[in-house]
């Protein structure tokens, strides 16, 4: 066998190598050691981790998805409750409209009974020779009286019994609006005014003037709350009178309660 070259070797240098052969060992195997274990650390931690930081987001995501539809869902009950107030109070107004529609119905109901109560007194004469007619049209009361009552025989003048008549109309009207609208056709232009007052337009211009400077004049109506119409034989689409009626040549007071 070969000769061990350790064997000659100084007994100081074998003890040096004695001492520190085993303490290098010692540390290669701490240093494998402190590594595996920062491996295995690093692994268990990114194992961890990485599934925690994944579960936070999507749970951060579902967080906002969620806060948006509560976000929407409140904007949506706010306008359906804005809406449900504003639909209210368009009721409400609604409703008040109404009851005050027939609220001024029946007023103005009950004031054209009146006034027609107070024609009623006041034209006995009249309405007993059938030269007179009391009605109600469109929430007012008219008072028809025909222009052979009214005019004198062949004159474009009022007589006595009409002229009083037309005051008498004016009384009960407790100062509200008078329209007066006259109605004449060819035959009822007497003939002295045929040549001056040719039409039955002519003719009932120049009665509603007579009829309204009369009311003015004579009856204390004020002008603000009189105005007068004519027309040639019946007018279209006049309104309805319920009540006794006139036709023919005739004038209309119309009283307007409701002012």
């Not at 925690?52 to 409140?74: I, M, N, P």
Request: proline share 4%; with cysteine; hydrophobic share 40%.
């Amino acid at each position: 066998m070969g000769k061990n070259v350790f064997e000659d070797m100084d007994p100081d240098v074998k003890a040096m190598r004695a001492s520190i052969g085993p303490s290098a060992g010692t540390t290669r195997w701490g240093r494998v050691l402190t590594g595996v274990l920062v491996v295995a650390c690093a692994t268990f931690a990114f194992a961890f981790y990485v599934p925690l930081l994944r579960a936070h987001e999507g749970l951060t995501k579902q967080f906002l998805a969620l806060q948006s539809q509560v976000e929407s869902t409140s904007r949506s009950l706010q306008e359906a409750r804005d809406q449900a107030k504003e639909s209210a109070e368009q009721k409400q107004a609604l409703q008040d409209q109404i009851a005050q529609t027939k609220q001024a119905d029946k007023s103005g109901s009950d004031a054209s009974a009146s006034v027609k109560s107070a024609l009623e007194a006041k034209l006995q004469k009249p309405l007993a020779k059938d030269q007179a007619a009391i009605g109600t049209a469109d929430g007012q009361a008219v008072a028809t009286l025909s222009l052979s009552y009214l005019l004198g025989r062949g004159k474009l003048e009022l007589s006595p019994d009409g002229k009083a008549t037309l005051c008498s109309v004016a009384a009960a009207s407790n100062k509200k609006t008078i329209r007066v609208l006259a109605i004449a056709d060819k035959k009822s232009i007497p003939a002295p005014l045929a040549a001056k007052l040719k039409t039955p337009l002519d003719y009932s211009g120049a009665v509603a003037t007579l009829v309204a400077q009369t009311l003015l004049d004579k009856c204390s109506v004020d002008a603000a709350h009189l105005s007068a119409t004519s027309f040639p034989s019946e007018p279209s689409g006049a309104s309805k009178l319920e009540g006794k009626k006139l036709s023919g040549p005739r004038v209309e007071l119309w009283l307007d309660t409701a002012k």
